[in-house]
């Protein structure tokens, strides 16, 4: 199996090119040459097979067994969720007959990236030894300086992914005192000597800038080779797809005849629901999958009306037809900004992995039978629609691709209120479950489209975070019911006293890239130096 560029060029790549590389070149993002189908049997030879049986099974159909061996990917795999706290490790919860969350945060870090970034860490660590015990005495061993920017979330399960790994660093950037106390003792609490966490005075936004101006400076980039763990890697879409099929092995049995799976989705980058577009297109029986979006629902509107565009022009235009009065007051507006709102993980302006579906469906609106001239055709055409995404912050694709985007997917938006009141709900209703915010947009937007569709549905919810850590709107939620207790119902035992434990973290004065420069070159001497030391060893 190869990969090639949503945008175009001859260039295909192995699976380990596509996992080091990350983005494209061109700005495209790397899809398979196809999509694989399952084997004729798999709906019973897959039945009893445990999470990692099953991953083994679906990854080895994007990963050919010359790069990676079956044995060699069962070992990454049964490491990468080694360290998930539950046998099953994505546990399925009944709430209701019809309604289940499937809980995808058992990992390190509570919350669903763990389950591909866990992955991701053993990928890169495999990958780079193997490269390096290829090489030459005396020859230059290959290191990866991972860079990101993290506003909370996302930091903390990469460093959790790449903690203690060989030849990779990681340096995360987080404005300095303003991320949440529990997420910034996650990520400053983890002291391998390999992991850096940089305190920058400044906002979000700086620190994202400074990681785009350390990328920007090729000779920077070229010495450090520097990585990119965010979620347009490939890997990271592959490892979401196996929860698809676990889930629905477990609930199978229990679906009413003539019944239908959906699966619902909170969503802000479409990469969690992009890999459920995957499991469908590969033979798994379900549903339409549902995309559920917060205030930030740029995809949302992309289902009702066709166009990805940043600003929600109908608005400006006074059009009343696509701007729902519900959320229309929630989170704090900025015009055309960000919104920010209770699942601040889903807080986006555009989704980057939207443009692989964006790509799938260009595919399929071109006519002809030659593949390989649709291929060209439908990277033209995906490579107009992100020149006019960039020079106009919108695309407004044709009537028959809005149909395509239809027949898999509905699309719902749901505002702070109605996250607030669903936790409420779930916790006050028999399930006694209480749901973290990020689910709780799940729950919501899958009782609305529950009530929409004619046929009875089972619903799988896609829970991605504990409730621990986004503590402030489960609290606001349900302070004023007298049955609740944070500490008793919700705190895992993980985060007592984690806001005392010993620290490591290095303060940036100023958002200023030499700065940080400094701090990464200086850390990579101090490698170099101990490494030449201890070579024999
Ligand atoms: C990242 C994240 C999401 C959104 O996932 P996407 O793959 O970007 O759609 C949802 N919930 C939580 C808690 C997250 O951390």
């Not at 992009?274 to 979006?293: D, E, H, I, Q």
């Not at 719902?412 to 028999?430: G, K, N």
């Amino acid at each position: 199996m190869r990969y090639f560029s949503t945008r175009g060029g001859d260039e295909r790549l192995t699976f380990e090119e596509t996992v080091l590389t990350g983005l494209a070149p061109n700005g495209g993002l790397y899809i398979p040459e196809h999509i694989p189908a399952l084997p004729g049997d798999w709906e019973t030879s897959w039945t009893k097979l445990s999470f990692t049986d099953l991953a083994v099974e679906v990854l080895s159909l994007y990963i050919s067994p010359k790069e990676i061996t079956r044995e060699d990917l069962r070992a990454l795999v049964e490491k990468s969720y080694s360290t998930f706290r539950h046998p099953d490790i994505t546990p399925i919860k009944k709430l209701s007959d019809k309604t289940h969350v499937l809980e995808l945060f058992h990992g390190p870090t509570f919350a669903f990236k763990d389950v591909a970034l866990q992955l991701l860490g053993n990928l890169f660590e495999f990958f780079l030894a193997r490269r390096n015990a290829r090489k030459a005495a005396g020859e230059k061993p290959e290191k990866l300086t991972v860079v990101g920017a993290t506003s909370g979330d996302t930091g903390s399960a990469a460093i959790y992914g790449l903690r203690n790994k060989a030849n990779v660093s990681i340096f995360i950037l987080h404005p300095k005192g303003r991320v949440s106390p529990i997420q910034e003792a996650q990520m400053t609490t983890v002291t391998d000597a390999n992991v850096h966490n940089l305190a920058v005075n400044g906002t979000f936004d700086d620190c994202q800038d400074l990681v785009k101006s350390l990328f920007g400076d090729r000779e920077f980039n070229a010495k450090h080779r520097l990585g990119a763990v965010n979620s347009i890697n490939w890997a990271r879409i592959l490892a979401q797809t196996v929860y698809y099929f676990q889930s629905y092995f477990h609930l199978r049995a229990q679906l009413p005849a003539g019944a239908e799976l959906q699966y619902v989705v909170p969503t802000g980058n479409f990469g969690d629901v992009l890999a459920g577009y995957y499991a469908k297109r590969m033979g798994l029986p379900m549903a339409r999958l549902a995309v559920a979006t917060n205030a930030n629902d740029i995809l949302a509107r992309f289902w009702r009306s066709g166009a990805y565009e940043k600003v929600d022009t109908s608005a400006l235009n006074g059009g009343a037809a696509t701007a729902p009065a519900a959320g229309a007051s929630d989170g704090k507006q900025a015009v055309g900004g960000v919104r920010e709102t209770l699942s601040p993980a889903m807080d986006i302006l555009v989704s980057s992995n939207f443009e692989r579906l964006l790509w799938y469906l260009a595919y399929e609106d071109t006519a002809g039978s030659d593949q390989g001239a649709k291929v060209h055709a439908a990277c033209a055409t995906l490579d107009g629609w992100m020149q006019s995404m960039k020079s106009d912050g919108r695309v407004q694709v044709p009537v028959s691709v809005l149909e395509l985007a239809r027949r898999d997917f509905v699309a719902e938006r749901i505002s702070d209120d109605q996250t607030l009141s669903t936790i409420r709900d779930y916790f006050t209703s028999e399930s006694a479950y209480v749901a973290d915010p990020h689910t709780a947009v799940g729950l919501c937007a899958a009782k609305i489209l529950s009530a929409q569709n004619p046929a009875p549905i089972t619903q799988v919810v896609l829970s991605t975070a504990h409730p621990a850590k986004f503590s402030e709107a489960v609290t606001r939620a349900l302070s004023s019911s007298p049955n609740f207790n944070f500490e008793h119902d919700v705190l895992p035992p993980e985060f007592k006293g984690l806001l005392e434990k010993e620290r490591r973290v290095i303060t940036v004065n100023a958002p200023e890239a030499s700065l940080v420069k400094e701090i990464i070159e200086s850390f990579a001497e101090r490698e170099a130096a101990s490494a030449t030391g201890a070579s024999s060893v």
